[in-house]
């Protein structure tokens, strides 16, 4: 193709490397291409530390710390119909070179058999809300509403209603946090809303190995699969929901408190893990169910690396028009966890959502969710946030370290934190031109001095398509600013009944958003006491 983009992924993929990359017997030198991609992408050197935004091909990453001694988290939002699951954001979770939080993969075999259509091809063997006991429709993606990566903190917000038309609202908001303790530390947070249906089941899975509970009260089911006691493991699901009879050896709390602890302890053996690794995942839940289930679970067998099992937590909840908010707390820790509590601080009415992170080494966080920016968040002892994403840390009893996202003010004793807040306005004009780069004009007068360089230019559509773009540049032309987003398009296909205007080239095509549609910049601003 002669794309530099594609020499550059080739090469980092081959471990920073071009050595028989495109070689080619029939030709009278065979490693030509492979000295082009080692021109072009040799002085890259190794890819950049942190997460990014993938957002034509649907996946959002999340990263603190480098190789082995990092922590990840990397969500599915892109294709789901056409050779695909119904997983829309679903999320793996990466630490200490150990995947924690595993997909399935590939089926164990691709046919219309129980075990691919109601297990692994479906929504709930995934780290997904199961919404009334069906699974996902099958859609192009899901859209992107926010993607924040800083160092040591990232937060992106993923859209997925449209998996399931019958909610008003079905999105995850998942955030990863430096803990900042000098053992390569962090966890992430996880906000899954969903309004609509009569029932939701949270189903998440850790690695292979033994499990621990704390604040559950869990009864053995003698017999039988999570579909009933008289049902065997394993059959297709008629009379009850696809996929609960994959889930055996199960245990049950009908009655559960609000906050429980699930800790998983990865087996001797998986991916590599050594007996004195001592790799643990820890579960805080803080929802409300009506019942919590444990359970077991088969990945595909006749895959190299997939464990004999997998070790279920399945939060349900059911009643009519249920509004659920599900919040979770996971921690990958080595040989000792670093968080001693974890607890609500909110009001509880879950518009707005405030968590207390409490570290064993004294350190306390405290994470501020409020969807509603324009709408003041209050909290006790004088905490106050205008904005959408806020965190407030505190060591030794000193505030050492705030940001705020997407807002105009976050006060907590003698900080007051200041900034502009998200940049919204209006696309005034675009590049149609299919072959050529993708930029906009926007009736908005935005700085020129590079801060807003890889921020991400979220435009709102109507397509089942997401409409999100890096931003390359931006420089003012008059009255307007021009934004430019590098060597894409926004054109998405040929409408089917094409008519050609002559007074317009690309009248005929299908494009991923409108000339006047609303757009938004999330924006940052970061405190420390070190400074």
């Known amino acids: 193709t002669k794309d530099p983009e594609f020499a550059k992924a080739a090469y980092l993929s081959n471990k920073n490397s071009a050595d028989k990359l495109g070689r080619d017997i029939f030709s009278k030198d065979p490693d030509a291409i492979s000295r082009e991609i080692q021109k072009i992408a040799e002085p ?32 599915n939002f892109g294709r789901t119909i056409m050779h695909a699951h119904p997983d829309l ?21 691709a046919t219309n058999i129980p075990s691919n259509r109601d297990w692994t091809g479906s929504t709930v063997s995934h780290n997904l809300v199961f919404v009334n006991e069906k699974p996902q429709k099958e859609i192009w993606g899901g859209h992107t509403r926010l993607f924040k990566q800083l160092k040591g903190f990232g937060v992106f917000e993923i859209d997925g209603q449209k998996a399931y038309p019958e909610t008003k609202t079905y999105q995850r908001t998942m955030f990863l946090v430096d803990a900042e303790s000098g053992e390569n530390n962090s966890y992430v947070i996880d906000i899954f809303k969903v309004d609509g249906g009569k029932d939701h089941l949270y189903s998440f899975h850790g690695p292979p190995g033994e499990i621990s509970t704390s604040g559950l009260n869990l009864t053995v089911q003698k017999s039988g699969t999570y579909a009933g006691e ?8 008629n009379g009850f ?12 709390d009908l009655s559960p408190a609000s906050g429980f602890m699930v800790d998983w ?36 067998q006749n895959k190299a690396g997939n464990p004999k099992k997998l070790g279920y937590v399945l939060m349900h909840r059911k009643g009519e028009d249920l509004n659920s908010t599900f919040i979770s707390v996971f921690e990958p820790y080595r040989q000792n966890p670093f ?21 064993t080494n004294g350190t306390i966080d405290q994470i501020l969710y409020n969807p509603d920016a324009g709408k003041l968040m209050k909290l006790p002892a004088n905490v106050k946030m205008s904005g959408n994403i806020g965190l407030l840390r505190t060591k030794n009893n000193k505030l050492s370290k705030a940001i705020l996202i997407n807002g105009t003010a976050l006060n907590s004793g003698d900080l007051n934190l200041k900034s502009g807040g998200q940049i919204k306005g209006q696309i005034v004009k675009m590049n149609k031109n299919p072959s050529g780069s993708g930029w906009v004009l926007v009736d908005q007068i935005l700085p020129e001095n590079g801060s807003l360089t890889g921020e991400q230019l979220i435009i709102f559509n109507n397509a089942e398509t997401n409409a999100i773009y890096t931003i390359k540049s931006v420089k003012r032309e008059g009255k307007y600013t021009r934004i430019d987003c590098g060597p894409i398009t926004f054109a998405m296909g040929l409408k089917s009944n094409p008519s050609a205007d002559p007074k317009d080239p690309y009248s005929n095509y299908i494009y991923e958003f409108e000339e006047g549609a609303a757009f938004s910049i999330p924006t940052h601003i970061e405190w420390s006491s070190k400074k």
Request: hydrophobic residues 35%.
């Open 265 to 300: 302890k990865t087996e001797t053996g998986y991916r590599g893990t050594k007996a004195d690794d001592n790799i643990h995942l820890r579960m805080h839940a803080l929802s409300q169910a009506n019942d919590v289930a444990l359970a077991d679970g088969d990945p595909p």
């Open 339 to 359: 968080i001693k509590s974890v607890k609500r601080i909110d009001n509880g009415d879950e518009s707005q959502i405030a968590l207390q992170i409490e570290h």
């Open 44 to 75: 890259l050197g190794p890819r950049p530390q942190g997460g990014y935004l993938m957002s034509g091909f649907g996946l959002a990453l999340l990263e603190n710390g480098v190789g082995n001694n990092g922590v990840a988290i990397a969500s």
């Open 89 to 109: 954001m679903n999320f793996d979770l990466l630490a200490f070179g150990k995947w924690l939080a595993p997909d399935h993969g590939y089926p164990e075999f």
């Open 241 to 252: 929901p696809q996929g609960y009879s994959f889930f055996y050896n199960v245990k049950k």
């Open 230 to 237: 008289n049902i065997e493991k394993g059959i297709a699901a």
